[in-house]
Every structure is written in C-alpha cells, then in structure tokens.
C-alpha cells in the first residue's frame, strides 16, 4: 500500500467519504508509516482524530489525539453502547460546520492496533464521542447523518467560533 505524502485533507462531497472503507489486511511498515503520518497531519490539522477516508484511502484506520494520549484503530466493531447524549460536532471534512450530533455515552470496541494485535476497550464521555465519530468515517457515515431530533448541520456563526475557543 503507498500513500502519498504528505497526506492530503478530503472533504465532502468526495466519493470515498460516503462508501465503507476495505478491512486493514497487511500490519506492516507500511501501515506504521501512515499511522505515523496521520497523526502528524491530525495535529497539524487541529483534530482529535482522523479517519483514513479523510485522507482519500479506503481503509479501515483511524487515529485519535486527545488529551496528550495517541492511539490508531485499525477494523473497529462495537460490542457494547450505553447512554445517549448530545453535542456540538464538526468535522474536518466538513469545514466550517456544525450540529448537535447524538451518540452513545460510553461503548466498547474491538480492533485492532497497528502492530495486528487485538484489542477490545471501552471508552466513555467526549473520547467515546471521538471513537464512534472515527468509527462512523470507516462506513461512510458523516456526522449530519447522527444530528439529534429537530437539529441541523450548519455553517459557523462569529459567535460560536468565539466560543469554540
């Protein structure tokens, strides 16, 4: 598997973006090379995590960066959610827009890590948000396609990007 480097932003409407990604198969060097560059590029981009679909491969990775904590998910199923809360959420893909999106409070997920050992882990709060976010990207799934009930997807307003930080 090559990858261009450096890796590129996609953002919708990009085809790869809205069909699921193929299963990691090879954890290899090559792999490693792009989880080390993805997470170059997701820290560069000021994420707290990225999907390989985000960066036009079709792949199930991702990457997460939060909290000083780093670690990628290659071939992620949930076993377990409980919970449901609603968010503000944007997407790097989707620039300059946000929506108050639903997910689970807390979930567990088996996957595997970049060197192919399995792993199963349970996640709560905003980094459960994060995983289950990254999760969707590997099926296609963007996050307007979660919005609670009578919410929209919606450009930035002034206001909000002061409050964002």
């Not at 598997?1 to 090879?26: I, K």
């Not at 905003?126 to 450009?155: K, M, T, Y």
Request: hydrophobic share 40%; net charge negative; charged share 25%.
């Amino acid at each position: 598997m090559r990858f261009p480097s450096p890796l590129q932003l996609v953002t919708d409407p990009a085809a790869v973006l809205h069909h699921r990604a193929e299963r990691v198969r090879n954890f290899d060097h090559e792999l490693k090379e792009l989880v080390a560059e993805m997470y170059v590029r997701c820290v560069e981009w000021n994420g707290v995590g990225l999907a390989a679909p985000q960066v036009g491969l079709s792949l199930q990775l991702a990457v997460i960066v939060y909290e000083g904590r780093r670690f990628a998910i290659c071939n992620p199923e949930r076993l377990a959610a409980q919970g449901e809360v609603d968010a503000r959420e944007g997407c790097l893909s989707l620039p300059g827009r946000v929506g108050v999106v639903r997910r689970f409070e807390s979930t567990t997920v088996r996957y595997r890590n970049p060197q192919g050992r399995g792993v199963v882990r349970s996640f709560e709060g905003w980094l459960a948000r994060i995983v289950q976010h990254e999760s969707d990207h590997l099926l296609g799934v963007l996050c307007p396609e979660r919005l609670a009930p009578g919410e929209i997807f919606h450009e930035i307003e002034d206001e909000e990007e002061e409050l964002e930080g």
